[in-house]
């Protein structure tokens, strides 16, 4: 008899859940994982993302758990990968040849690149999914995904396979409501905020509700319940409103009519206010500076949490609120709350039956010598941070100090980097993966082991046909990641330019 998805996860081992140490990636792993990074998101949401089909690339990284020869990888994917790109990410392997690690790694395809979600496609193909279960060992098998929804669990159920992530049945502890209420829950500060509404008229009295409750609040942000990566939200300024001195019933109108106007960048997105809701929080501002730190961590079966990292998240677009890239760790001040934070909601979280990887983002504010720390939102799935961090565990062997938030060498040397999946520029369009891996070797960007510098690269099938790359950029401390950052575009760039590439303005990163 076939088993539920509550059932196959009650044979998930903890030891699964690492991807260090001898626990998890070392020589006494023996596991099949399976890799689905199906980007299964709202298709209005995801439309906005460039290249967004060449996103279950980012995932590679993962491949560092074939440094166990225990360990055997099966890799999904909408279309078939390259090999150069396969290979990019082998070499980086410290200790195991690249033709070992490729015996144990089994790439399927479903030869099919439109833009509906992979594990929709996966489902869609019997056949397919037969071959894929005759390559997974039963009893030694799981399956990792970048989200998992109701697709992700029918998926492991139809293989019988368990899966290492949240339920979606716990999926509304990843909204923004349900990320307020965890936050209250844990004693985690976060900014004043308004509950769900669920059309233009009860948003608007909410804003008002927050505003006339706030005294001297200058803005708020407007905020999809399940929106992702800052496209779902948007800022309202309340200064233009004009709204002291009005009755209620005149702020409710002139708010209402702002929101018509909203720029929110989700297409469609009166719609969504009405399918998933959502509600309204308070624009933080003031202070000597303003930084949006983040902090992660997984779950392990059996409930334990544990601390991976912290980041400074660099947000742009239209609105300043589209997460961009990061830089690693976040700033020392507030590192160390920032994963007493993150312990917090992951234990709760783990109370609730969640599982695998969450994120807590932040802002900060800096009022004299003291940080001010507001918690915004929980992520309950992999996100931009969490490939370069595992790049950077994987290629040097190194490991987080739980008591400084610091990422250490095997040396003792502090390491960082800058890292982004959005350098995008018009003279890099055109450029083949081989064209990349070229520039790299002549130019010396790779990362270098003995002086613990270089960049390592993802997002290879963006680069020809949207000019766009992802890359994170290592050092020993934030000043040299900066500067790789910096050197490894100016040569990228250089290196387009000689093989043809147009002279334009300075890229968009």
């Known amino acids: 008899m076939a088993l539920s998805f509550r059932e196959l996860q009650q044979g998930l081992q903890p030891p699964w859940g690492r991807e260090h140490g001898d626990t998890g990636g070392g020589a006494s792993a023996d596991f099949d994982l399976l890799m689905v990074p199906s980007l299964t998101m709202d298709p209005s949401q995801l439309a ?239 202070g000597d500076a303003l930084r949006s730190p983040s902090v992660q961590g997984t779950i392990h079966p059996g409930g334990t949490v544990e601390m991976l990292s912290t980041h400074e998240q660099i947000l742009g677009g239209a609105g300043g609120q589209t997460y961009l890239g990061c830089c690693f760790p976040a700033a020392e001040p507030y590192r160390v709350a920032l994963m007493e934070h993150g312990l917090a909601v992951g234990r709760a979280l783990a109370a609730e039956g969640a599982l695998e990887r969450f994120g807590v983002d932040f802002i900060a504010r800096r009022f004299g010598e003291r940080w001010d720390l507001q918690a915004i939102e929980v992520n309950l799935r992999q996100g931009g941070t969490t490939h370069p961090f595992m790049a950077l565990r994987a290629i040097t062997a190194g490991s987080l100090d739980p008591a400084t938030g610091c990422f250490l060498s095997p040396t003792g040397q502090p390491l960082h980097y800058r890292a982004t999946d959005n350098l995008s520029d018009p003279r890099l369009r055109g450029l083949m993966p081989l064209d990349l891996i070229d520039i790299v070797a002549e130019a010396g960007l790779h990362y270098d082991p003995a002086r613990l510098q270089g960049s390592v690269f993802h997002l290879l099938g963006c680069l020809s046909e949207f000019g766009k790359l992802g890359m994170t950029c290592i050092g020993r401390d934030p000043e040299q990641a900066a500067a790789v950052y910096r050197s490894t575009v100016a040569e990228l760039l250089a290196g387009a330019c000689a093989r043809g590439a147009p002279t334009l303005g300075p890229p968009d990163r």
Request: glycine share 10%.
């Open 48 to 286: 906005l993302v460039t290249g967004a089909h060449h996103y279950e690339e980012r995932q590679l990284f993962s491949l560092m758990r074939l440094r166990s020869p225990g360990v055997q990888v099966v890799y999904l994917t909408s279309k078939l990968l390259p090999e150069l790109v396969v290979d990019a990410v082998l070499e980086l392997m410290p200790g195991v040849p690249t033709s070992h690690a490729r015996r144990r790694l089994h790439l399927f395809d479903t030869d099919d690149g439109s833009a509906r979600p992979l594990t929709q496609k996966l489902l869609e193909r019997p056949a397919l999914l037969g071959r894929i279960r005759d390559r997974l060992r039963p009893g030694r098998s799981f399956i990792i995904c970048y989200v998992v929804t109701e697709l992700e669990k029918t998926l492991s159920e139809r293989l019988q396979v368990p899966l290492l992530g949240t339920d979606p049945a716990l999926g509304y502890w990843g909204t923004k409501a349900g990320s307020r209420e965890l936050f209250a829950r844990c004693g985690v500060p976060h900014p004043p905020g308004t509950g769900l509404a669920h059309g233009l008229d009860a948003l608007a009295e909410a804003v008002t509700d927050l505003w006339e409750n706030n005294p001297g609040l200058g803005g708020c942000v407007i905020k999809l319940n399940e929106g992702f990566s800052g496209e779902g939200n948007a800022r309202l300024v309340f200064a233009p409103l004009a709204l002291d001195g009005l009755a209620r019933s005149e702020r409710v109108g002139r708010i209402r009519r702002a929101l018509d106007d909203l720029p929110m960048p989700a297409a469609g997105w009166t719609e969504l206010l009405g399918r998933q809701g959502a509600l309204a929080e308070a624009w933080l501002e003031g």
